[in-house]
């Protein structure tokens, strides 16, 4: 399967964006879906995942109540609504399939990453 995100861009702290990523090339209502990101100088890091069918989602503590992961099969998307943004959620953000179930680490696909930058 083919990920390709989208949507980043400059925000100021305190507002909101959405970042979208679009499957292509596989069957996407099999795949648990996460959006990581990396920061300039620090390990890429979980951010949230949701699972096949969208019944479960999880998240990294710091973007708990802030982020929201969605996702629509009809359109093969995933959706990550960042609300409350911080300075310190400026990274790359980048979008990861694997089958079924979330999981903090493992995925066999990933797209090619969106900068979000966040001002303050």
């Known amino acids: 399967v083919q990920l390709q995100a989208f949507g980043g861009g400059l925000v100021q702290a305190g507002g909101s964006l959405r970042i979208s990523c679009a499957a292509s090339g596989g069957t996407f209502s099999i795949y648990a879906m996460g959006w990581f990101r990396q920061a300039p100088g620090k390990e890429r890091e979980f951010v949230s995942a949701?699972?096949?069918?969208?019944?479960?989602?999880g998240y990294t503590d710091s973007v708990k109540g802030r982020f929201t992961i969605s996702r629509d099969n009809a359109k093969n998307t995933v959706y990550l609504q960042m609300n409350s943004v911080k300075p310190e959620d400026t990274a790359v953000y980048y979008c990861a399939a694997r089958p079924y179930y979330i999981d903090r680490y493992q995925y066999d696909y990933w797209g090619q990453g969106t900068q979000v930058t966040v001002s303050s």
């Open positions: 949701i699972s096949s069918k969208g019944a479960i989602t």
